[in-house]
């Protein structure tokens, strides 16, 4: 089994910037793929990115339209984490960010394709 933690969230003003972090336990995750996906209130949970592993230490990423430009998610195998540094935040990115892992290793944009999910963490963007 592998245990997600999310960190990092909190109350931020629009234009600001957060970094989530999400560490891993139970297993080495460095093949997996790792993303985070989001949930405001009333709605579905949606992609936000992913990455993927490519081979030796090297990893892919994919971001959602809404957070090309904004969002750079990236790895530490060491580490066995993922992290989303996210910037010029605005009221609508308010939600519940979920940290996943798809030991498969496809890191598709879907929720279904992940085998593990994190608790959340909460980022509020006040206006």
């Known amino acids: 089994q592998v245990q997600l933690v999310e960190s990092g969230g909190g109350l931020v003003q629009t234009g600001g910037s957060l970094r989530l972090s999400c560490v891993a336990s139970?297993?080495?995750?460095?093949?997996?793929?790792m993303g985070w996906f989001r949930q405001a209130p009333g709605k579905e949970r949606e992609f936000v990115a992913t990455?993927?592993?490519?081979?030796?230490?090297?990893?892919?990423?994919e971001a959602a339209e809404f957070a090309k430009g904004r969002f750079t998610i990236s790895r530490n195998a060491a580490e066995n984490s993922v992290h989303l540094q996210m910037n010029s935040l605005n009221p609508e990115d308010t939600a519940v960010y979920f940290c996943?892992?798809?030991?498969?290793?496809?890191?598709?944009?879907?929720?279904?394709?992940?085998?593990?999910w994190g608790q959340g963490t909460q980022v509020t963007v006040s206006s």
């Open positions: 996943a892992a798809d030991s498969r290793g496809r890191g598709l944009r879907l929720s279904m394709g992940y085998d593990y």
């Open positions: 139970g297993r080495t995750t460095s093949t997996y793929a």
């Open positions: 990455t993927r592993w490519s081979g030796g230490n090297a990893y892919s990423g």
